[in-house]
């Protein structure tokens, strides 16, 4: 007895005909009254008085039909249920990263998970490379990606990308490209082992210039609230060198302004060399050397001893495909430190 069986009872029962039944299944009358006598012998008892008029159910007929609505309605129930369930992770995720990271990753990152986890919803934390720290510290975020923070009390940290600091601005004298100089090479200093295209505009040649000369020029920075500036300070401080600093503006767009218009030079990581305008003349990139400054981001994530939820882990693995993609395709002069 299968349920196959009991719904060509039942359609006989309401038909009240073989034939009938027979043509609203669409099966031969033959193949069904098989079916039928089928079922009788497997319950041995008859179900069905047979006439000239059709069919109408023997009292064994009444109690079966009665069950098989029941267990019929039930594997329906089981079906929908079943079908209901989750395909894939599924929760909320908040990831926190810093603001120039947030415009190069999230956009692509976003409508990947969209379209292979529609079921799993991420929220974005961009904010100051502190703010991201702590975010992840108060538990306010499930993952993070850190500036310059391999370890830290409480969380499980996996470096992944290292990438330069460049100095850009507009020479409208010409004064600071005579002091920019090629690297020995003639290349980057270093090109990412990962870069499958040599020719990609990320392996273009790049000039660089020395820090010391970088930060004798009128600089526009922003506060020590902002990692870019604890680093470029904190390295002129190790050498014993002052800074320029012509404006001091917290604002990234009011930066933006102020190093377009001539006002002075900046600082910048690779991440944000796409925001730059077209190449123009008199505009400068070029990589920072003697020493050359760095700066490295890592996964975080809270290490609580308990196994990452599965939509944590996706998302995760989300931020890093698309970054170790990003460098694979020289969108980003970076270099991969991942295992994977």
């Known amino acids: 007895m299968d349920l196959r069986t009991l719904r060509y009872f039942i359609a006989v029962l309401e038909a009240g005909s ?8 669409y099966i031969a009358q033959p193949a069904l009254t098989a079916q039928i006598k089928k079922l009788e012998a497997e319950l041995g008892a008859q179900l069905f008085d047979r006439s000239h008029a059709g069919v109408t159910p023997t009292p064994a007929g009444v109690q079966l039909y009665e069950d098989a609505r029941r267990l019929l309605s039930d594997a329906d129930a089981v079906r929908e249920r079943i079908q209901r369930l989750p395909q894939g992770p599924e929760g909320s995720v908040t990831v926190a990263l810093p603001f120039l990271l947030a415009s190069l990753l999230m ?25 991201v720290k702590k975010a992840m510290l108060d538990r306010r975020a499930d993952v993070g990606l850190l500036v310059d923070a391999p370890q830290v009390d409480g969380l499980a940290c996996r470096p992944l990308v290292r990438e330069a ?24 200093t270093k090109t990412p082992r990962t870069r499958k295209n040599a020719k990609s505009p990320s392996a273009a040649e790049r000039p660089e210039i020395d820090f010391a000369v970088a930060v004798a020029q009128p600089l ?12 470029v300070e904190d390295t002129a401080t190790s050498l014993g060198l002052p ?26 990581p690779a991440c944000a060399l796409n925001d730059q305008p077209a190449p123009r003349p008199g505009w400068i990139v070029a990589r920072v050397a003697r020493p050359h400054m760095q700066r490295t981001y890592s996964l975080a994530m809270p290490d609580t001893g308990r196994p990452i939820d599965a ?10 495909m ?18 994977a």
């Not at 609230?225 to 604890?230: E, K, P, T, V, W």
């Open 107 to 131: 956009g692509p990152v976003l409508a990947a998970l969209k379209l292979s986890h529609p079921r799993i919803r991420v929220f974005v934390l961009d904010d100051l490379s502190l703010g």
């Open 243 to 268: 800074l320029n600093i012509a404006h001091e503006q917290d604002s990234t767009r009011v930066i933006r302004s102020l190093y377009l218009c001539g006002a002075g030079f900046t600082f910048t």
């Open 220 to 231: 526009v920075l922003q506060s020590r609230r902002f990692a870019i500036r604890r680093a």
């Open 165 to 188: 600091m460049y100095f850009c601005g507009h020479d409208l004298d010409g004064a600071v490209a005579r002091l920019l100089r090629m690297p020995a090479n003639g290349r980057t």
């Open 18 to 25: 073989l034939s009938r039944a027979a043509g609203s299944l």
């Open 311 to 320: 939509a944590t882990q996706v998302v995760a693995d989300a931020l890093a």
């Open 322 to 339: 698309q970054m170790k993609s990003m460098i694979e395709s020289s969108a980003w002069e970076a270099d991969w430190l991942g295992t």
